[in-house]
């Protein structure tokens, strides 16, 4: 399962985009996410907020700043270094809206740096956690046309005081981020000095999770996905959650990251896929289950084999299932990948490129990669209804998928205006918050039935 996420920019508390609201002062040209001043105007908008305060009752907030950005410009040249930029941006984003509950916001700090603020009811270990698993997936490769790029991240935390103000917590993260770049092998640094709050390490987070495996205690969740000719329920995509009895919710983002530490990918992944292809098999009509492929399950020799040993253990049609691989998960082993690809659609799965235009998008995976679905990155959906160069780019995507027989997916659609230009421009299929939020198998099932019963009456 990979990660999954909401809004790129910043969310309010109930998940529903505010860039226009939120994102005032200047907005950054390279990334498109706003500048410091945003950040004033959110916490001062949280701390306002009578409804939001007593259940969010810290604001949280964490500096980022990347390493040798001076040499890869150097090396590479400027455009490698923006490239670098912007998709750093928007994995941070990607991440926030997957691992965070309350409401956040991501901005520029200059140069190399970035902001994370978020109101979220969570304990000191639960943000060095979310930090901890965010500086991993800033480090994963960045492919660009001359080779991999690799970044090395330094944090700052700081779990802000009752009523202090944004510069003081600026002041006391950029003096903390100075402390982590001295220190030789130090990636985190917590503003009031404390580099390693107390609470479990690493590895009884491992010993944790598979335990929480052995005892079902993962959570699987479904977004349900829609047509856009006619609104109607066409399946769901799976998401995993665990909900850690001393931590809270840990998102798929972090969840996996523990397993990979744990070389316990694969048996979680077969846990996730089982649960949802159970659950999945008494839905009604011809709704799909999509399910995230990592690059640790592509990597592994017998996971063809036993993916198609649970579709069949479970009943659930494989003409009715989707695996999701993201651009990342490919950059491993593009040849086996394919080959692995191509044994699953001879069985009548279907193959999604997820998260398109998130990163650099190599055009070679659609010469090379069996697949049926692009399914847009929110990146590409989020300006469709003010700027003419975003809808420019999405008809021209979706203009080449037709060329190539693919159909294409947007995601992150969470006003109607998005909704109305995606279908106008061609897409076939979307989810976002607009329609629904994630939702467990029991109230899944219940929205399909409640959509069968529609269907029925529309046909009547």
Known sequence: MGVKRDDQVHRDPKGIAAKGKAAKGITDRLTGIPGIEAVHDRVAAWR??????????????????????????????????????????????????????????LARAGGGSFLLVANEACSRERWQLVADQLADMIARPIPISTGILRLSPRVALIRALTGESVESMLDRLGHALGDAHEQHGTRLAWADGEVTPPGRSAQQLEADLLIAIDNDEIEVLFQPQFDLTDDSLTGAEALARWNHPQLGRIGAGALFAIAERADYVGPLSRHIAHKAMWAAKEWPGNLRLSINVTAADLAFGSYTRQMLDLVRESGFPPRRLTLEVTEQTLIGDI????????????????????????????????????IHYLKLDRSMIDGITTDRRDVAVLRAIVAMARALDLQVIAEGIEEEGQRVVAAREGCAYFQGFLRAQPMSAAMFDKLARAEEVKEASRGA
């Open 48 to 105: 306002d907020d009578p409804v939001l305060m007593p259940h969010m009752a810290h604001v949280h907030a964490m500096l980022l700043s990347l390493r040798r950005l001076d040499a890869i410009n150097m090396a590479y040249g400027a455009a490698a270094g923006d490239g670098a930029l912007e998709e750093v941006a928007a994995r941070i984003g990607h991440f926030a809206e997957e691992e965070l509950d309350g409401p956040w916001l």
């Open 335 to 370: 040849t086996l990948a394919a080959r692995t690809m191509a044994d699953f659609s001879a069985q009548g799965i279907r193959i999604a490129l997820d998260d398109f235009g998130a990163g650099f998008c190599n055009f070679r995976y659609l010469k090379v990669l069996p």
